[in-house]
């Protein structure tokens, strides 16, 4: 049952929790509240709920979350968000309008995921054309062409050891008793590459 359990982790991280299309819609979201937050510090009026205002135009470190911050973002939830992407949808800036169009619409940017680094002249390239393509700098290109990484461990036997019952009443490490189950895979940390950029560009 836990070899079955490892398996079935593993598994759904990349099927599931980092599964490409989710990795892009994220990296979407970060990026339109990035570029909100900018504008708003640049002075620009940028429409949202009074809560989501709050951290819009504050900068809130960690070190900075006390009782009423914290109040404050828990309050937050998904109608705050997207009521706000809607409302950024018709926004006169390029980024923030395009950005909130594309999570609105599900017309989300392409993934390419790698087993090997990107090769970043060819992210320059495509943020450059992209950039000559929309009449912007190489720095809002970049809100749509970039590149990340991601990792899965399914299991850390140091960090959060498996232990097992036996009927003889010993305990023992995973390791020691599955017969099945190559813990050294398993327990390997997997990193994967990706490139995100408009499908205008394919």
Not at 69 to 77: E, G, H, I, P, T
Not at 164 to 172: C, H, N, S, Y
Request: proline residues 2%.
């Amino acid at each position: 049952s836990i070899e079955k359990f490892l398996i079935a982790r593993r598994f759904m991280y990349w099927q599931v929790y980092l599964h490409k299309t989710g990795i892009v819609a994220e990296e979407l979201l970060m990026r339109v509240l990035k570029r909100a937050k900018e504008l708003v510090e640049n002075g620009q009026s940028v429409k949202a709920s009074g809560g989501l205002q709050y951290f819009l135009s504050h900068s809130v470190g960690l070190g900075e979350m006390n009782n009423d911050n914290l109040k404050r973002f828990a309050s937050l939830d998904d109608y705050d968000v997207l009521s706000a992407l809607k409302e950024w949808m018709h926004h006169k800036d390029f980024v923030l309008s395009h950005l909130s169009q594309m999570l609105i619409n599900r017309n989300l940017l392409r993934i390419k995921m790698k087993t090997k680094r990107i090769d970043k002249s060819k992210m320059e390239e495509f943020r450059k054309k992209f950039a000559q393509l929309n009449g912007l700098s190489n720095y809002e290109a970049g809100y749509f062409v970039f590149t990340n990484e991601i990792s899965n461990r399914a299991y850390n036997p140091k960090a959060q050891p498996i232990k097992v019952l036996l009927k003889t009443g010993k305990i023992k490490p995973l390791n020691k008793v599955s017969n099945h189950l190559n813990i050294g895979d398993i327990s390997n940390s997997i990193t994967k590459y990706y490139l995100c950029y408009p499908k205008s560009l394919d």
